[in-house]
């Protein structure tokens, strides 16, 4: 089992920037796939990015691509997500998420798919 715990929300103006971290408990980090997911009030969570265990396999949603970046630092067992050009649609709740395995024939984008979820961080983007 594996804690997900989210920081480095806030507020940022539109074009501005802001660096996601989720931290997990566990030794066993390297097993897992990772995933960020938003939520928007009044809309369904959806999905943003991803990051295979060794971090060789990335993707993302055709919304932030270009924009927003996964990575992950194994050795701190920590996930991020550097959100640049920000705009006020990217305003949501956003999610870190976990499932100890490694996708197969397609990467994971779905919240079923995951196993483990932080209990979220706010990001607000005024324009």
């Known amino acids: 089992q594996v804690q997900l715990v989210e920081s480095g929300g806030g507020l940022a103006q539109a074009g501005g920037s802001l660096r996601l971290s989720c931290a997990a408990s566990?030794?066993?980090?390297?097993?897992?796939?990772m995933g960020w997911f938003r939520q928007a009030p009044g809309k369904e969570r959806e999905f943003v990015a991803t990051i295979s265990p060794s971090g060789g396999g990335i993707y993302y949603a055709d919304s932030v691509k270009g924009r927003f970046t996964i990575s992950r630092d194994n050795a701190k067992n920590t996930v991020y997500l550097q959100m640049n050009s920000l705009k006020p649609e990217d305003t949501a709740v956003y999610y870190c998420?976990?499932?100890?395995?490694?996708?197969?024939?397609?990467?994971?984008?779905?919240?079923?798919?995951?196993?483990?979820w932080g209990q979220g961080t706010q990001v607000t983007v005024s324009s």
């Open positions: 998420a976990a499932v100890p395995r490694l996708y197969g024939g397609s990467y994971y984008t779905r919240s079923y798919q995951y196993d483990y």
């Open positions: 566990g030794r066993t980090f390297t097993v897992y796939t």
